[in-house]
């Protein structure tokens, strides 16, 4: 069965979504999201044909094929998601990843696990490893994120209900799963750590 990459659903309503942007400039746990389930048919096959594609899959982000690609009535995927309110801002929290049937990744744990195996922060994530050009690419996402600082803005009411971000009761319960998740995140990155020195040793200086 082949792997997809960019595919994945809401954590919470498990609504499908393409993931255009793993990560955001200056906001590394946020995401750019296509929610598919309510785009015409037309367009829907579209884009579902280009997320299996080769160019697609390929993509470091999947924004760049859709940038490259248009849809049956000759509009530019990208700038047609954007100007349509398709493209929805949400935590990389609430995003499973799902590259086959039957199996699951958080999109902020293969952020943090992307990260490591590039040997950078994940606040770097949104610059392509072979990026020459690097103030174009940060000013090309942020843009696309200008008009969607809030999770909730967009002009599908399905889609607004599937964008909006993890509720707490209180300070101290928001605190409580902060912590939580910068624990498991620790101890992920620790075991990576330990997988690589049984692979490669760390070469101490003479």
Same mark, same amino acid.
């Given at each position: 069965?082949?792997?997809?990459?960019?595919?994945?659903?809401?954590?919470?309503?498990?609504?499908?979504?393409?993931?255009?942007?793993?990560?955001?400039?200056?906001?590394?746990?946020?995401?750019?999201?296509?929610?598919?389930?309510?785009?015409?048919?037309?367009?829907?096959?579209?884009?579902?044909?280009?997320?299996?594609?080769?160019?697609?899959?390929?993509?470091?982000?999947?924004?760049?094929?859709?940038?490259?690609?248009? !849809?049956?009535?000759?509009?530019?995927?990208?700038?047609?998601?954007?100007?349509?309110?398709?493209?929805?801002?949400?935590?990389?929290?609430?995003?499973?990843?799902?590259?086959?049937?039957?199996?699951?990744?958080?999109?902020?744990?293969?952020?943090?696990?992307?990260?490591?195996?590039?040997?950078?922060?994940?606040?770097?994530?949104?610059?392509?490893?072979?990026?020459?050009?690097?103030?174009?690419?940060?000013?090309?996402?942020?843009?696309?994120?200008?008009?969607?600082?809030?999770?909730?803005?967009?002009?599908?009411?399905?889609?607004?209900?599937?964008?909006?971000?993890?509720? !707490?009761?209180?300070?101290?319960?928001?605190?409580?799963?902060?912590?939580?998740?910068?624990?498991?995140?620790?101890?992920?990155?620790?075991? !990576?750590?330990?997988?690589?020195?049984?692979?490669?040793?760390?070469?101490?200086?003479?």
């Amino acid at each position: 069965m082949q792997n997809l990459k960019h595919v994945g659903r809401i954590k919470d309503t498990g609504k499908k979504v393409l993931v255009a942007f793993r990560t955001l400039p200056g906001d590394a746990y946020s995401c750019l999201v296509v929610p598919t389930e309510n785009l015409p048919d037309e367009y829907h096959n579209a884009i579902i044909n280009l997320v299996e594609s080769p160019a697609a899959q390929q993509a470091y982000e999947f924004a760049e094929a859709l940038d490259r690609t248009q !849809f049956p009535d000759g509009s530019r995927m990208l700038p047609f998601l954007h100007g349509n309110g398709r493209l929805v801002k949400v935590s990389t929290a609430q995003v499973e990843m799902t590259p086959v049937i039957g199996a699951s990744v958080m999109l902020s744990e293969l952020n943090q696990l992307i990260a490591e195996q590039r040997g950078i922060a994940v606040d770097d994530l949104h610059i392509k490893p072979d990026s020459n050009d690097v103030a174009k690419e940060i000013a090309s996402a942020k843009e696309l994120t200008d008009n969607n600082t809030d999770a909730g803005k967009t002009t599908s009411q399905s889609v607004n209900e599937t964008a909006q971000p993890t509720s !707490f009761d209180n300070a101290e319960a928001e605190a409580k799963h902060y912590r939580s998740q910068a624990d498991k995140l620790a101890k992920q990155a620790a075991e !990576f750590r330990r997988k690589a020195e049984e692979l490669v040793p760390t070469k101490k200086p003479k």
